[in-house]
């Protein structure tokens, strides 16, 4: 069983930035981000492979958000900058003990094991 707990969530103007973190209680192959604003889906952020580095994006946040871990804490955070509106959302950790092959389609599978319970990202116009 793997902990996560994330923070740093909160209101922005747009154009603004901020910094999400988790904490894993254990050290984990793939960690990813993922967000779901009220009446819409799920959907897959980012995505990192632990011991590689490897990272993965969705098309929405390339360019502006930055997915980064600390294995020797942890830790996985996502930075995000240039925040628009529409990145309103409730935004998850999620883990599992996959391989890199899985771990780069895990935006779409989101079959991921362990989830946190949320942090939430306002972004004002």
């Not at 997915?67 to 309103?88: C, F, G, H, W, Y």
Request: hydrophobic content about 40%.
């Amino acid at each position: 069983q793997v902990h996560l707990v994330e923070s740093g969530g909160g209101s922005v103007q747009a154009g603004g930035s901020l910094r999400l973190s988790c904490a894993a209680s254990a050290y984990i192959t793939c960690l990813g981000w993922f967000r779901q604003a009220p009446g819409k889906e799920r959907e897959g952020v980012a995505a990192i492979y632990a011991g590689s580095g490897y990272t993965y994006y969705a098309d929405s946040v390339k360019g502006r958000f930055t997915i980064s871990r600390d294995t020797a804490v942890n830790t996985v955070s996502l930075q995000m900058n240039s925040l628009k509106p529409e990145d309103t959302a409730l935004y998850y950790c999620a883990a599992r003990a996959a391989s890199r092959s899985w771990c780069a389609a895990s935006l779409l599978l989101q079959d991921f094991a362990y989830w946190g319970q949320g942090t939430q990202v306002t972004v004002s116009s």
